[in-house]
């Protein structure tokens, strides 16, 4: 007697099972283990950190236009006259710290058509009118809803001041003699952690999509008439392939900024080096006793001497550093639209020594892949080398993980169900 059943016998639901999309997929899997391996892996990191990761890309998305909505939720500091003697940035420094001498003005800088000066904590600015030299207002840079996202998204919740804050993720987390753990805090690590499942996910989900040559329509597929499952499962394929560039280039990046060994490993493997981890320091000349600072008009022009363009915003010197950081738009600008701090190269002046200069460019040489890491990879991460139109396209990829996260549970579900079904059925 056969050991197949005759398919007139069949209950409903194995008749199904047999014919349910695909079932040839999977009996070719179980023929592939290390295949079948990277399914698994594929399958329990979405649904076990799906949430966390859904949670961070959703609200990477929404940040993409916090410059865009700080703008047009604070349209008063915004206001700006036209003048044909406009005053400079130096000028509005001065105007803000005679106004109020109490402000710890940090930093100065230029955005849409105001003057900002700013506190070192980065979280409070002054807008000032070039035209006529009023002061438009003070502003919280990072509160509301907007900055609960930053900080959630950019921070994990170790940003001070930001909304949101939480204070025992900003504690360090047990470096176990590893290195780059030292100064590591929960928050990052968090961020740093789910930077890697975004790798491992794009990954993993070349492998298990790839349909082979000869089947390659099935790949990009979407079989709409064919029940829940298959519309779902085709949906799941075709987002994920299309958004794998979208996802690994945040993946790294956004691990790498929490980590820095993944940058390193990233640039070995294009075939770059290892970044000088002092490339953003500078120490300035001992300076004699009542020494005068040479002002920020005298560092900008120093600064815009050795490098050419349009000044972002400059940071003042401080006790713990007397100099000046000129933050300068280069020719290729992948931050010109980011709110307030749009420079790519920076240079720093001494601040009571104009000739002492050094300026620091990621593209000035560097091997190929530093310069692409430095200039469009990681730029690409925020999208700030487009305008708000174009970051669209951005948005548009950083919901795909929520719409991977519904159609994968959806089929999930589906394939337990059946299952489940399945051994119900068995005994009889």
């Known amino acids: 007697m056969s050991a197949e059943p005759d398919a007139t016998v069949l209950t409903r639901t194995q008749a199904a099972a047999r ?8 009996r070719w899997l179980r023929r592939r283990p290390a295949r079948r391996t990277m399914v698994l892996i594929h399958r329990w990191t979405s649904l076990v950190l799906g949430l966390l990761l859904v949670m961070e890309t959703t609200s990477g998305a929404l940040v993409l236009f916090h410059s865009e909505y700080f703008r047009a939720t604070h349209s008063t500091l915004y206001h700006h006259t036209a003048s044909a003697h406009p005053i400079s940035t130096e000028q509005a420094l001065g105007i803000v710290h005679k106004a109020h001498p109490e402000f710890p003005a940090a930093w100065v800088g230029a955005d849409h058509g105001i003057l900002a000066v700013g506190d ?57 003699g590893i290195g780059w753990l030292k100064d590591v805090v929960w928050g990052s690590s968090f961020l740093g952690v789910l930077g890697m499942m975004m790798i491992l996910l794009a990954i993993t989900g070349i492998i298990t999509w ?12 979407v079989r709409t008439k064919r029940g829940r499952f298959a519309r779902d499962y085709d949906l799941h394929n075709l987002i994920g392939i299309v958004a794998v560039p979208f996802v690994l280039m945040w993946g790294v990046t956004g691990a790498a900024f ?24 500078f120490t300035a000349n001992p300076a004699p006793k009542k020494a005068p600072d040479i002002g920020l008009a005298e560092a900008t022009a120093a600064a815009q001497q050795r490098q050419p363009g349009r000044v972002g ?11 000046y950081s000129v933050s300068i738009v280069g020719p290729h600008a992948p931050y010109r639209y980011r709110g307030f701090y749009s420079g790519d190269v920076t240079v720093y002046v001494d601040g009571h020594d104009a000739s002492h200069v050094s300026v620091v460019d990621s593209g000035r040489g560097e ?9 469009f990879f990681e730029a690409s991460h ?22 991977l996260a519904v159609t994968g549970v959806s089929t999930w579900l589906f394939r337990r169900k059946t299952k489940r079904t399945r051994q119900k059925a068995q005994p009889a």
């Not at 919740?157 to 025992?168: A, E, F, M, R």
Request: net charge positive; aromatic share 14%.
């Open 367 to 375: 091997p190929v892949a530093n310069t692409f890491y430095a200039k």
């Open 313 to 323: 915003y400059v940071a003042l010197p401080q006790p713990a550093a007397d100099y």
């Open 19 to 26: 014919q349910r999309p695909g079932g040839r997929r999977r």
């Open 258 to 281: 929490e980590f820095p060994g993944v940058e390193k490993a990233w640039l070995a493997i294009t075939n770059g080096k290892a970044p000088d981890p002092n490339r953003y320091t």
């Open 382 to 403: 925020f999208g700030w080398m487009v305008n708000g139109w174009w970051r669209i396209v951005w948005f548009i990829f950083g919901m795909a993980p929520l719409a």
């Open 120 to 176: 070192p904590t980065y979280t409070q600015v002054y807008g000032v009118d070039p035209g006529n030299g009023h002061i438009n207002g003070v502003s919280h840079i990072v509160h509301g809803p907007m900055g609960f996202l930053v900080n959630l998204h950019d921070c994990g919740l170790t940003c001070q001041g930001y909304s949101g804050y939480v204070s025992w993720l900003n504690h360090p987390v047990p470096s176990l």
């Open 210 to 221: 790839w349909p082979g040559i000869r089947r390659m329509s099935h790949g990009v597929r």
